[in-house]
């Protein structure tokens, strides 16, 4: 039987990204990748302090969790098989026919905050298209990682693996008190969680593989991702997590209004940040409060549903285009005033990436590189 909540929950976490993708463009913190505020300091940038914490966490509890369904139904061949050409292809040979249009808006942007614009034209454009395809990576990181946890998953349950997980749920589902472990998944999982985040490189060298580390967060997301297959693909946690869905939502409204106006103006991206412990209490009870939240209440579907359901991964593959080229164009090249530059960012990116979905999986072959899909009605 299909969980429509976690498709729900799946697709709302990437229109959340979406969001948090127009604030982190035109965002004043200093973070990187960004094209600069319209202030010195923006009561906006909090969005992205109540988003950035728990967000991708969450996509790889998700992408966990699915991939221990999709195993139930296919043999170790046939997930390797699907995920690479749903994960990898996108995010290689992806790069070269599509995205290499979102690296050219970047290496516009970088040009902008670094002052070299004038010095990106005078490269051989040969030399720009290479440089534009592998800058164009950008959210695409994700599906990078993905594709690798799904590799090592496989050796894990080579390994047996799953015997560790039919041990748990065994262990779980024959235990009476379920006080104790709703103490474990949230006490537990918090420490997990915190652990996770440790080890990010406090003070990485600019230009490095440490920053390059911190950007990927190996280490971070693939225990996530792990508490995905692991813990939460048992029913019996995903009934203990609704039957708190609504104290794990005051904690976390709670934690994150102390958190936002405990880092405001800061950039909430810094590994400083990320491994305090007030960071971690917003992320996880955030976490475990949508999750229970969408399981306890959004189990349903409808047309609109089931087609973000379908579509929500293409659309996260397009969105970063738009933000790229509207957004530089707009910061650039208008005098609109910021709050309605942020609204039609906004609406372009909400209609736009659909938009440009349906165009991509309907040409043949460029499907295939762009969104990693051999006919249009596959998923």
Known sequence: MRKHWLDNLRWTTVIIVLIYHVFYFYNAKGVFGGIGGFYETQP?????SLIYPWIMMLL???????????????????????RTRKLLV??????????????????????????????????????????????????????????????ILILIRLLKGDRIHSAFGNLINNKANNWIWILIIV??????????????????EPNSGEGLWNLYRPAEYFITFLLGYF?????KVIELTKSICLPMLAISAASGILFAIRIYGQDDTNPVVLKGWLTNIFAWSTMLALIGCFAKWADRTSKFAAYMAKSSFGIYVMHYLVIASLG?????????????????????????????????????????????????NRK
């Open 328 to 376: 530089y164009m707009m910061k650039m090249y208008t005098q609109l005033p910021p709050l309605a530059i942020y609204a039609i960012l906004l609406a372009s990116v909400l209609l736009i990436s659909p938009a440009l979905n349906e165009i991509i999986s309907r040409i043949p072959f460029i499907r295939w590189c762009v969104i990693g899909i051999n006919k249009r």
């Open 231 to 235: 813990v939460f693909s048992h029913d």
């Open 60 to 82: 790889f509890i998700v992408a966990g969790m699915s991939s221990k369904y999709a195993l139930e139904k296919c043999s170790h061949k046939e997930f390797i098989k699907s």
């Open 187 to 204: 006490l537990g999982g918090y420490l997990v969680v915190w652990g996770a985040t440790q080890t990010n490189i406090s003070y990485p």
């Open 90 to 151: 996108p995010a290689t040979i992806g790069l070269f026919v599509f995205q290499w249009m979102t690296g050219y808006f970047n290496t516009q942007v970088a040009g902008v905050s670094q002052g070299i614009a004038d010095k990106i034209q005078t490269i051989p454009a040969e030399a720009r298209y290479i440089a534009c395809a592998l800058s164009g990576t950008g959210p695409l990181w994700f599906i990078q990682d993905l594709w690798l946890f799904s590799l």
């Open 44 to 48: 906006q940038d909090a969005i992205m």
